[in-house]
């Protein structure tokens, strides 16, 4: 089971798509192209995250990139599609505090 509460107004396709490519990445950590697909997908919900996102894609994308990153630290490329990513969120300071 996922660790995700999803409503039933966000069943949408794209949102199916993510909890299978997360139960992926539950059911076998070391997958790294299950964690691949599942960072695309992540950061291609609501066709692309901005700070007119939905909190929870903008939530479900942060705990991807969290988990990711922990599990492979020296990637710097993701490290800097995240930071990216806040930036495009929430400007500078935000992308700033990715670590």
């Known amino acids: 089971m996922s660790d995700y509460a999803i409503s039933g107004d966000e069943m949408k396709p794209e949102f199916v798509e993510f ?11 070391d997958d790294f192209e299950g964690w ?31 988990r990711f990153l922990a ?8 490290w800097k599609k995240y930071a990216d990513m806040e930036f495009s969120i929430a400007g500078t300071e935000a992308a700033e505090m990715v670590r």
């Open 36 to 66: 691949e697909k599942l960072v695309r997908i992540a950061e291609s919900l609501e066709g692309g995250l901005n700070r007119n996102s939905s909190p929870q894609a903008i939530a479900l994308t942060r705990n991807v990139f969290d």
């Open 71 to 78: 599990k492979f630290p020296l990637l710097f490329g993701y």
């Open 19 to 29: 909890e299978k490519a997360n139960r992926v990445v539950v059911e076998d950590p």
